[in-house]
């Protein structure tokens, strides 16, 4: 059984700073992608940034440049350090894992509130 875990969520006045955990436990090897996710109220989910096992990083155009993304392979936990915060960046912001290929899996959090107060 694996258990994904998110960590980190507030208040935050614009332009201040926050930083995501999101550690993953259990019965889970290799992932190849730890990615991070947000859902405002009233919007679809959109991806925010992931990082691969190699460390390459992509990170969507509303958040580049603010926003960092990092993993711990060890611990099996992915940070999302967030600057610069904007009322827009407020959300619910979610940890996605994913292995492809043969027992591959995507496991999902179950979010942790980010507000941003103007």
């Known amino acids: 059984q694996v258990h994904v875990v998110e960590s980190g969520g507030g208040l935050v006045q614009a332009g201040g700073s926050l930083r995501l955990s999101c550690a993953a436990s259990?019965?889970?090897?290799?992932?190849?992608?730890m990615a991070w996710y947000r859902q405002a109220p009233g919007k679809q989910r959109e991806w925010v940034a992931h990082i691969t096992n190699g460390g390459s990083t992509n990170y969507a155009d509303s958040v580049k440049g603010r926003f960092t993304i990092s993993r711990d392979n060890a611990k099996n936990t992915v940070y999302l350090q967030m600057s610069s915060l904007k009322p827009e960046d407020t959300a619910v912001y979610y940890c996605?894992?994913?292995?492809?290929?043969?027992?591959?899996?995507?496991?999902w959090g179950q979010g942790t509130q980010v507000t941003v107060s103007s």
């Open positions: 259990g019965s889970i090897f290799r992932i190849n992608v």
């Open positions: 996605n894992l994913l292995k492809v290929g043969p027992g591959g899996y995507n496991y």
